[in-house]
């Protein structure tokens, strides 16, 4: 079955720290994939988005992700988190065009100030 | 500034009772998605339509969830009836797919509901 996996549901960080969240799926045709931010108490919002090309991509207020193919991974990244980032992340794939979004179960991140 | 709408924000009501939710999406998009976030579950997909057919509705529970799109500029999610067990916060997300555009869902507030 298509699905969308995300290995940490917890992490802790402390200002200035980087980080890394994991993602992989499971689909070995073509794919879509995006991250998603969750600020407390609000809607899902649209950090970077890989369809094709060069597989790093970079979005929003300094995030990057790396798609790698072989791995099935597209692992999001930030050198330098920020009290700001506390929030959740998901990771979400569009399978073979199917225009069907199936989202990862989310990582809380939290920043210690 | 283009945005999905979702009323009602907020909506606690009895067990038993009927629910709907309602989304504008942005105007000119041909995707509409429901979701559904629980603590235990988190983001599930509970049906999808484009240009206003429902695609794929599996994700819903069939006997007692209901998805429309009356018409382009709005989707309804209606729950008959309620059961403690569907509270949940539910979002809306649209998006425009096809040629020379790439699938981009873009969220609403959501709506937050609690059946006691």
């Known amino acids: 079955a298509q699905s969308v996996s995300q290995h940490n549901h917890h992490v802790i960080l402390s200002e200035a720290a980087s980080l890394e969240l994991g993602c992989n799926y499971s689909?070995?045709?073509?794919?879509?994939l995006f991250w998603y931010v969750q600020y407390p108490g609000q809607h899902l919002q649209l950090l970077l988005k890989?369809?094709?090309?060069?597989?790093l991509v970079k979005g929003i207020k300094g995030f990057e992700a790396e798609f790698i193919k072989s791995k099935f991974s597209f692992n999001l990244r930030k050198p330098s988190v920020q009290w700001s980032d506390t929030a959740e992340y998901f990771c979400?794939?569009?399978?073979?065009?199917?225009?069907?979004?199936?989202f990862g179960s989310g990582t809380r991140l939290l920043v210690r100030p | 500034d283009a945005r999905v709408t979702q009323t009602p924000r907020h909506k606690v009501t009895e067990m038993g009772q009927e629910v709907t939710m309602r989304c504008q999406p942005i105007?000119?998009?041909?995707?509409v998605f429901w979701y559904r976030q629980t603590m235990m579950q988190g983001l599930e997909l509970l049906a999808y339509?484009?240009?206003?057919?429902?695609?794929?509705d599996s994700g819903m529970p069939k006997d007692r969830f209901s998805a429309e799109m009356p018409d382009a500029t709005l989707a309804t999610l209606k729950i008959q009836p309620s059961e403690p067990r569907d509270s949940a916060v539910y979002f809306c997300?649209?998006?425009?797919?096809?040629?020379?555009?790439?699938?981009?869902?873009?969220f609403g507030q959501g709506t937050r509901l609690t059946v006691v």
């Open positions: 339509f484009r240009n206003r057919a429902p695609l794929d």
């Open positions: 890989y369809f094709s090309g060069d597989p």
């Open positions: 979400a794939a569009e399978m073979d065009s199917s225009y069907k979004l199936i």
């Open positions: 105007l000119g998009h041909n995707t």
């Open positions: 689909y070995g045709g073509t794919v879509n």
């Open positions: 997300a649209s998006g425009l797919v096809g040629q020379g555009s790439n699938t981009e869902a873009f």
